[in-house]
């Protein structure tokens, strides 16, 4: 049986850790009101009192709407301090900038919100002495389902080995809200948009593949190929002479 009490003190051990060496007194991340950022945000409060879970709303109604209620509710539970900035302004003065200089297609309009959203989260840390926790999970990180430079940059992150199975079990045994748990895995980058359509392979696939090596040959096929094209994200960039 999985020992959560020793599991979640390593994580904080690790957290306090990590502020140690970098000198820096607070930790921020993005409070999305989903499940990973859930998690991050009450273990990096258990490790710190002065943590911030900064939302950052950019565009979708989702954003506006469950997904800060969402947010709430973690940060209420859980004494979390939270801000908000609004970047739904910048994100669309952004595509009216580059719109005049390229014909901008899905894929690079998606990923504007991620960039957009670090970007606001390391200025907040570079002016009040925080680091940057990251709310990755394993999952998402074998199949490259995060934004390079976007949501797949941080100073550190204590739940990148885990699983979205073993997110959830983790957020069951610290009690976090039902709301949570029950929602459906998705970046609310734009209404209607869920993490397992557009992948076409749901999380309880890929764990399998991940815990155990098995999974149904339809669904291998599609990891399969999301991993490949997405190595490069989970490498650092070649540099000449290295």
Avoid at 112 to 139: D, F, H, K, Q
Avoid at 146 to 162: C, E, Q, S, V
Avoid at 197 to 202: I, L, N, R, S
Avoid at 215 to 242: F, L, Q
Wanted: net charge negative.
């Amino acid at each position: 049986m999985r020992d959560y009490e020793r599991e979640v003190k390593y994580r904080i051990d690790f957290i306090k850790k990590m502020l140690d060496n970098s000198g820096a007194s607070g930790i921020v991340f993005g409070n999305s009101g989903g499940k990973d950022a859930a998690l991050t945000g009450i273990l990096c409060k258990l490790a710190c009192d002065d943590t911030l879970g900064l939302l950052l709303p950019c565009g979708s109604n989702q954003n506006y709407g469950s997904d800060m209620d969402d947010a709430h509710a973690v940060a209420d539970q859980f004494g979390i301090k939270t801000s908000a900035v609004d970047l739904k302004s910048v994100f669309e003065t952004m595509k009216l900038a580059l719109g005049n200089s390229t014909a901008l297609n899905d894929a690079a309009v998606t990923n504007i919100a991620p960039r957009l959203r670090m970007t606001a989260l390391y200025a907040v840390a570079a002016s009040e002495g925080r680091l940057v926790a990251g709310t990755g999970n394993r999952s998402e990180r074998h199949m490259g389902y995060f934004t390079k430079w976007g949501d797949g940059a941080y100073d550190f992150n204590p739940i990148a080995d885990l699983t979205v199975s073993e997110i959830y079990a983790f957020l069951e045994y610290l009690g976090a809200p039902r709301r949570i748990i029950e929602k459906a895995p998705s970046a609310g980058l734009f209404d209607g948009q869920t993490d397992e359509a557009d992948m076409g392979v749901t999380y309880k696939c890929i764990d399998e593949f991940l815990l155990t090596g098995t999974c149904p040959e339809e669904e291998m096929s599609v990891i399969t190929k999301y991993h490949t094209v997405s190595a490069h994200k989970r490498k650092m960039p070649p540099v000449y002479g290295a």
